[in-house]
């Protein structure tokens, strides 16, 4: 049985810049949503990234579902999900934290019809209209758990993936959660509390904004991101950042002292060692 | 008395921007460059950012001085070119930090002569391959005690940052220092420890890096800034700059503590209020 439609649950900044994508690259292709928000369906419609608006009962009809809502919606939403698809249908989900997840139908009857994954892109927009074509392409996309999928389903997703300029890494959920933690979700904190400190000085110092250059601006970018995603995201890989925020305070606290006695040295130090940043981000797109 | 030549001391990533944009706009001037390094003299020549080398004695020539170099160095500096410089020359300086420069000068018998000015942009690159065109387009620059300046090189200075396409603040040197440690210097110091933190892990983690995305890339940025550059400003601001960081941290030690009380209301709540730098970050180019 080979893929007729595909049905986005939650028609955001992810499964919409994946409808469109897929919708690109194959216009066969039927897409389908389904999203909570009504609003947000009927603007996914209008903006055409998706074909037709649907509900959770009509996945019975689903080739291919596409699971991209907040981690904590994701994990009550997915037992539900494969309870109504047929024994064909592949789906998968594309959240931030994966060891939650993995548990939740790790003896689901149709386990083998799920896979999880990771695309590692986005924005600090949200929502269809952040949807944008080529998010996806030569960015990272991890798949936990590939062993626990059909094989035939696995062949699926991969074309999926392939359509979508992807490379595929593959880990364990729990490692996954962990590595994540530093890459992606301590900066969004650290961004986030950079942007508190500056406003909350501003409510005392008027104009402090004025001052702000491009430097600024790109640190404190990803403050701008969705609490209603984020939050979800801290709850359930909440050891794994506790342990990075730590490090990282640690980190900060060291440089202060460093600074309180008057040792720039280390302080240069400390900075030449970490410019080692620039052959690593050199990697990254 | 006009200029008809303008000296860059210090033809790095700002001197060399600013001598590209006067080029461009006034190519009558002759643009002298001098520098410590050698090499860098040479580039900035070979790259056509300047006219010709020279050296710190020929100052005496010198219509206009722009004095664009560490901020330690500055202090040095700064004193000595005044000594040398004929009585109608202005001489600018362009760093990070402006109170202990200004104090540097405050008794000089040419202090009319001298501007203490912040032109607010830059990147993370250094030296003269960095220097870009338009680099202070549209972007603000800090001037302090204005007053002090002779009014004829008050309107010398201005015509040159019009034509660089700058918008003015004026500040006194405590407030400047006081204000640009929250909008600078504190994002510079949350990004290298962010890259320190991530780095560190890796040393036991491989492949971690392989799942950074464009989030991490961005709050990471400043980590490749110049040690030689920034050690000097952290010194020099040292006790606004603990200030900052002493806020930071607490911000993140209660982010932290919401975290461990699995209080996830208030972060959502925190983060929310947080989103508001979106219609800061509006004003920011």
């Known amino acids: 049985m080979s893929v007729r439609n595909i049905y986005i649950v939650g028609v955001g900044l992810i499964g919409g810049s994946i409808a469109k994508d897929i919708k690109r690259l194959n216009s066969n292709l039927n897409i389908v949503g389904i999203d909570s928000n009504a609003s947000h369906l009927d603007e996914a419609k209008a903006l055409q990234i998706i074909d037709e608006k649907a509900t959770l009962e009509d996945l019975v009809q689903a080739d291919f579902v596409i699971l991209s ?8 939403l ?6 109504t698809v047929h024994d064909d249908a592949l789906v998968m989900d594309v959240g931030s934290t994966k060891t939650n997840i993995c548990k939740a139908v ?11 994954t990771h695309p590692i892109a986005g924005t600090e927009f949200s929502g269809p209209k952040a949807a944008v074509e080529n998010l996806f392409r030569h960015k990272t996309n991890i798949i936990c758990e590939i062993e626990k999928t ?3 389903l696995q062949e699926k997703a991969l074309t999926i993936f392939q359509i979508m300029g992807m ?3 593959y880990m364990n959920p729990e490692a996954h959660d ?4 530093y890459v992606s979700h301590l900066s969004h904190i650290s961004s986030f509390m950079l942007g508190k400190t500056v406003i909350e000085k501003e409510k005392n110092e008027r104009d402090i904004f004025d001052m702000a250059g491009s430097g600024f601006a790109s640190t ?4 701008k ?6 939050t979800p995201i801290f709850k359930h890989n909440k050891e794994n950042v506790i342990e990075t925020l730590e490090e990282y305070i640690n980190n900060l606290e060291q440089f202060k002292a460093l600074m309180k006695q008057d040792d720039f040295e280390s302080i240069f130090n400390e900075m030449k060692a970490t410019n080692h940043i620039k052959d690593i981000l050199n990697g990254i797109a």
């Open 225 to 230: 991101s969705s609490p209603e995603m984020w």
């Open 178 to 181: 962990k590595h994540i933690a």
């Open 106 to 116: 790790a003896n689901h009857p149709k386990r083998r019809n799920f896979l999880a």
């Open 150 to 152: 059909a094989f035939k």
């Open 220 to 223: 404190v970018r990803l403050a």
């Open 78 to 83: 997915l037992p539900k999900i494969l309870d």
């Open 69 to 76: 809502v907040p981690v904590d919606a994701a994990l009550h």
């Open 167 to 169: 490379r595929i890494r």
